[in-house]
């Protein structure tokens, strides 16, 4: 990004606002200035003009590196027995369970609910 922002003779924040105000289904921009200074810079970003090749190249590189394909809930077990929280499936491999695989929050938290149930 400061590449970018070599090329056009500004900031980097400025070339930041700017990308982020042009990308697909953003309709505002939030800035967190705490000065004046920071203020006035954020707001020259209004002033500059990114070309296809500068939102090419800050497109390529911000893209994430996904994990996928990779299963982020738990595989339904074969028994129905009520397991404690936590927050990584347990290590049971066999035809019914993958092996140990991250969860997600509601998975988490229809557990913690369950364990309360359980308890009395």
Aim: proline content about 9%.
């Amino acid at each position: 990004m400061a590449d970018i922002a070599r090329e056009l003779g500004t900031s980097v924040s400025r070339v930041a606002l700017a990308w982020v105000r042009g990308r697909p289904g953003v309709a505002s921009t939030i800035i967190g200035a705490r000065t004046l200074e920071q203020l006035e810079d954020n707001l020259g970003s209004l002033e500059v003009e990114l070309t296809i090749e500068h939102r090419r190249r800050l497109d390529d590189m911000t893209r994430p590196e996904l994990s996928f394909p990779r299963v982020s809930w738990r595989m339904p077990a074969c028994s129905t027995k009520a397991e404690p929280p936590s927050t990584v499936a347990p290590r049971r491999s066999g035809p019914c369970r993958p092996p140990a695989m991250p969860i997600g929050i509601d998975e988490l938290t229809r557990r913690r609910r369950a364990s309360q149930w359980t308890r009395s």
